[in-house]
């Protein structure tokens, strides 16, 4: 700890953390812990907490066009911010950390350095960005999509939900201004370094006993929509060579996916999180079925072969079949490297704190994706419980979002004082 810039301030306290994380807990559905879907009732409950906390921590609250509840403190000169930032939205029935470790780290960040009376050569912002998890409207990650300048307002008021609420009306009602997405966007030049802490979402950090990972590599998700036509018929007068059952053609297309996805390695994993059948009745052959399938991957090569296969392949179902099956394409993200200047800053950080840690790759997706298109981005993992994640199960220890926190604050300051 010794050459630590961090050192002669107050520190990360896994206490407050933990205090934190049992106060967002309670923004969820009730019928379905812990689950706090972006543009909800329970999403604004935990937008209003935040700014109750950014203000007490010194940060200037703010949302912007996308509904990104941006906290901002002051540099002693103008120019690019530094930026920490994740989500507090969560999947159906999911964890009480994926996303929410990011935004408190950036949180008690905060209240360090105003806690201390440190100021920053540059301006500090932490950022809620809106809706990092899947919506209704075929898109994640919207808020820095939209910061990016990856999400227009035109797309916004054309996507719908399945109430027909559009993409703009829905970020109006977290606070933002859909018809005016497009001021979201930021320059390059506005954000100098981003920093994103999140929980690992895989195994490796819990199994190795290590309180902190380095990401070198992020994941990115290609997804589809799926539509399954056949026939709907009688389940006991249809004999079985004259049937066109949409279900069974959408069985094939789940093992089609599994097939791939293992056939491929180098990383690539595919998963069909959501089917619906329709009518759904026990003595009616379904006329219809709708998938959701998602293929992530690391290396370019085997994403583009697998969503190759993955279109000829289900060709080939419909045809041998005789139903109709229409794909759409809802996103084509592109995995990223991170900049080695990033990684070096972040185990600088870490060795001068003396935490131990190891360098990964993530299999998951974070806003940190997007935001490396306006700057250099860095981002923490810290262990959960058996890499259990998107689960009700999801755990993560206060003191290693503390000690994860505290390598934070060191970075932040370090990037302070070395960038022009
Ligand atoms: C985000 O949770 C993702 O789907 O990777
Ligand atoms: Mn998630
Ligand atoms: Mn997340």
Redesign the pocket.
């Known amino acids: 700890m010794s050459d630590a810039l961090s050192a002669g301030l107050p520190q990360p306290s896994a206490e407050r953390l933990a205090g934190d994380l049992r106060a967002l807990e309670a923004f969820t559905r009730p019928d379905r812990p812990y689950t706090r879907r972006a543009f909800s009732d329970e999403d604004r409950s935990a937008r209003q907490w935040l700014t109750g906390r950014m203000v007490e921590a010194g940060l200037g609250p703010a949302v912007d066009a996308a509904g990104n509840q941006i906290g901002r403190r002051a540099g002693a000169r103008p120019g690019p911010a530094l930026v920490i930032g994740s989500h507090l939205d969560t ?1 159906e029935a ?1 964890g009480r950390f ?2 929410i470790a990011g935004v408190l780290a950036g949180l008690e960040v905060a209240r360090c350095l105003d806690a201390g009376g440190h100021r920053l050569e540059h301006a500090f912002e932490v950022i809620n960005f809106t809706c ?2 899947p919506s209704d409207f075929g898109l994640s990650t919207i808020g820095s999509r939209a910061m990016s300048g990856k999400l227009d307002g035109a797309t916004a008021a054309r996507l719908r939900d399945r109430q027909g609420r559009s993409l703009a009306a829905a970020i109006d009602s977290v606070g933002g201004r859909g018809a005016e997405l497009d001021t979201a966007r930021r320059a390059p030049g506005d954000v100098l370094r981003y920093l994103e802490l999140h929980i690992e979402q895989a195994v490796s950090l819990d199994r190795a006993g290590l309180p902190l990972g380095v990401v070198t590599t992020i994941a990115a998700p290609s997804r589809y929509r799926v539509a399954v036509r056949g026939r709907q018929d009688h389940a006991g007068g249809t004999p079985m060579a004259d049937r066109r059952d949409a279900v069974a053609a959408a069985a094939e297309l789940v093992l089609l996916v599994e097939r791939l996805a293992r056939e491929a390695g180098r990383g690539m994993v595919g998963t069909v999180g959501f089917i619906e059948a329709r009518p759904n009745m026990i003595n009616i052959v379904p006329g219809e079925a709708d998938l959701l399938v998602d293929f992530r991957g690391i290396d370019p090569a085997a994403i583009a072969e697998t969503l190759g296969r993955f279109e000829t392949g289900t060709a080939e179902i419909a045809a041998r079949r005789r139903v109709a099956i229409e794909w759409t394409s809802l996103m084509r993200d592109a995995p990223l490297t991170v900049a080695p200047e990033m990684v070096a800053a972040v185990e600088t950080a870490a060795r001068a704190l003396g935490i131990p840690h190891r360098r990964l790759t993530s299999g ?1 997706s974070h806003d940190a994706n997007h935001v490396a298109s306006l700057c250099p981005i860095g981002l923490l993992f810290i262990p959960c419980r058996e890499g259990r ?2 689960c009700p199960e999801e755990w993560a220890e206060a003191t290693h979002l503390a000690t994860a926190a505290q390598v934070l604050l060191e970075v932040l300051l370090r990037l302070d004082r070395d960038l022009a």
């Open positions: 999947v999911g994926d996303g990092e998890e998951a994640s998107h």
